[in-house]
């Protein structure tokens, strides 16, 4: 496993390879990732080869989807799987619920009280189907 030296954030080939079809597809926003990226592969000819070689197939998989698959879906469509996709991270985003019940018991035998105090705890987070 190669690792950069001399920059602050160092990467290791297999910290490139989880990350490469992010960086192939430019999903990578901060500037100084794909700057450590350019130079891992700089530095480091087998991750440049497989980089090269997913950038090629990702590419042919690209073209080959776009040849078969020149349907758009009806605009009113996309609106509403874009509502219901924002709906739905609303929704995972809201706050989580944590319920806590006690329970207590209390007995008496010949004049000896025992007090038993039970807790439960139930986190719940609810996406409702609507």
């Known amino acids: 496993m190669q690792k950069i030296v001399?920059?602050?954030?160092?990467m290791e080939c297999n910290e490139v390879m989880h990350a490469l079809i992010l960086f192939i597809d430019n999903e990578?926003?901060?500037a100084v990732q794909v700057q450590t990226f350019q130079s891992h592969f700089e530095e480091c000819l087998q991750c440049l080869t497989e980089m090269e070689h997913?950038?090629?197939?990702?590419?042919r998989m690209k073209s080959l989807l776009?040849?078969?698959?020149?349907?758009?879906?009806?605009e009113n469509l996309q609106i509403r799987i874009a509502q219901q996709t924002a709906l739905l991270a609303s929704q995972m985003f809201s706050p989580t619920q944590v319920i806590t019940e006690y329970r207590r018991t209390e007995t008496t035998i010949n004049g000896e009280t025992h007090i038993e105090i039970e807790?439960?705890?139930?986190?719940?987070?609810d996406f409702p189907l609507s």
């Open 54 to 59: 997913e950038r090629q197939v990702l590419t």
């Open 66 to 74: 776009a040849d078969e698959c020149c349907e758009q879906a009806p």
């Open 6 to 10: 001399g920059l602050e954030d160092q």
């Open 28 to 30: 990578i926003q901060d």
């Open 119 to 125: 807790t439960t705890h139930e986190i719940r987070r």
